[in-house]
T-cell receptor, first 114, second 113 residues
Framework: AQTVTQSQPEMSVQEAETVTLSCTYD???????LFWYKQPPSRQMILVIR??????QNATENRFSVNFQKAAKSFSLKISDSQLGDAAMYFC???????????FGTGTRLKVLA | SAVISQKPSRDICQRGTSLTIQCQVD?????MFWYRQQPGQSLTLIAT?????????ESGFVIDKFPISRPNLTFSTLTVSNMSPEDSSIYLC??????????FGPGTRLLVL
């Protein structure tokens, strides 16, 4: 069965510093997608970044980047120059090939300290 | 991408009553989804709603409790029926305009007294 594990229930980072959130997953598939979603307190869940498994290059979106290690089934999110607005719950998600089933991790709550 | 809105954003209901949550997407999508999220927890898929067919429910969720409508390619409703305090949760609508990425509505916060 496919699973997604986020082993860090909570993380803290100083403003302007860098933090890395961990995610591991288990699948026997080779073609899939991975995502990081951000859910600020009482606000909408938004897509932060996505990675296609067949692409070797790590995805980057401004201050957000991933370290995708396919063999190790690891997909960590790095947030550089952390800002107060980055404080949120972060969910790692896996999307299987057809029927495109999504599996979410349990989330990591990120606190940004001023 | 997709912009998704939900109504109501929150509600407080009495046990035994029903609440219908509406979800509107700004573009036509084949697949829409309903999730439940307990505060501070991950997402649990309730059902998949495809236009023109019956919704597909996940294990532990039944149509009598969570009837879903999908009248067209931009709209869906989820009804939480005969509510109990255990139904207090956040209900999220989601849509997949492209095969690879899901987008989420802002959620409906439900409190059942």
């Amino acid at each position: 069965a496919q699973t997604v594990t986020q082993s860090q229930p909570e993380m803290s980072v100083q403003e302007a510093e860098t933090v890395t959130l961990s995610c591991t997953y288990d699948t026997s598939e080779s073609d899939y997608y991975l995502f990081w979603y951000k859910q600020p307190p009482s606000r909408q869940m938004i897509l932060v970044i996505r990675q296609e498994a067949y692409k070797q290059q790590n995805a980057t979106e401004n201050r957000f980047s991933v370290n995708f290690q396919k063999a190790a089934k690891s997909f960590s999110l790095k947030i550089s120059d952390s800002q107060l607005g980055d404080a949120a719950m972060y969910f790692c998600a896996y999307r299987s090939p057809l029927p495109y089933k999504y599996i979410f991790g349990t989330g990591t709550r990120l606190k940004v300290l001023a | 991408s997709a912009v998704i809105s939900q109504k109501p954003s929150r509600d407080i209901c009495q046990r035994g009553t029903s609440l219908t949550i509406q979800c509107q997407v700004d573009s036509q999508v084949t697949m829409m989804f309903w999730y439940r999220q307990q505060p501070g927890q991950s997402l649990t898929l309730i059902a998949t709603a495809n236009q023109g067919s019956e919704a597909t429910y996940e294990s532990g969720f039944v149509i009598d409790k969570f009837p879903i409508s999908r009248p067209n390619l931009t709209f869906s409703t989820l009804t939480v029926s005969n509510m109990s305090p255990e139904d207090s949760s956040i209900y999220l609508c989601s849509a997949r305009p492209q095969a690879e990425t899901q987008y989420f509505g802002p959620g409906t916060r439900l409190l059942v007294l």
